[in-house]
């Protein structure tokens, strides 16, 4: 966030430089407003690409065999061009590194999810992939889960990308 601030300021001193030189070149024969008109510009310019970029710079910064399984995009009426470009401000990944085999039955297997927001920190979930029906059941910390059924996973369909990534990677041997 500090670096984002940062970038915006320079782009700010950069635009105002620009439109500085331009009156110079010019002999002084440019519009008063151009200076601040560049200096916001070039700051709305600068904050419009880092939302943009966050995304692809955030998931090319995980580990090796964390996979992105989801993304999250959004639109909001004060960045009215979000509604034609929308912004991912928000992703799941999986990591493939935690995929252990459970107790609980053949074809199942408890991982690591990751999720992702700007501006909010990372929080994590363990959860239980039964590859067999493709469900997915989010496991509270402290709890066994020893004994779970099929009827147990809420949602038998579960995230078919999620699951392939889990159940795809040898979790389930």
């Not at 030189?21 to 690409?49: C, D, E, H, Q, Y």
């Not at 590194?97 to 459970?102: D, E, F, K, Q």
């Amino acid at each position: 966030m500090l670096w984002g601030f940062i970038a915006v300021i320079a782009a700010g001193f950069g635009g105002a430089g620009i439109a500085i030189i331009l009156n110079k070149i010019s002999g002084g024969r440019m519009p008063k407003w151009l200076t601040p008109f560049a200096v916001a510009f070039a700051m709305l310019v600068t904050t419009i690409s880092n939302e943009y970029l966050w995304f692809q710079q955030s998931s090319a910064n995980l580990k090796p065999g964390v996979e992105v399984v989801s993304t999250i995009e959004s639109s909001a009426f004060y960045r009215p061009w979000t509604y034609v470009f929308p912004i991912t401000d928000r992703f799941v990944a999986l990591d493939t590194n935690s995929l252990t085999a459970h107790t609980s039955g053949e074809g199942r297997v408890v991982g690591d999810l990751y999720f992702f927001a700007r501006w909010e920190n990372t929080q994590r979930l363990q959860i239980l992939f039964d590859c067999a029906t493709g469900g997915t059941l989010p496991m509270v910390p402290g709890e066994t889960y020893d004994d779970v059924t099929a009827e147990d996973f809420a949602n038998p369909d579960g995230d078919e990308t999620m699951v392939t990534a889990a159940c795809g990677n040898g979790g389930a041997q």
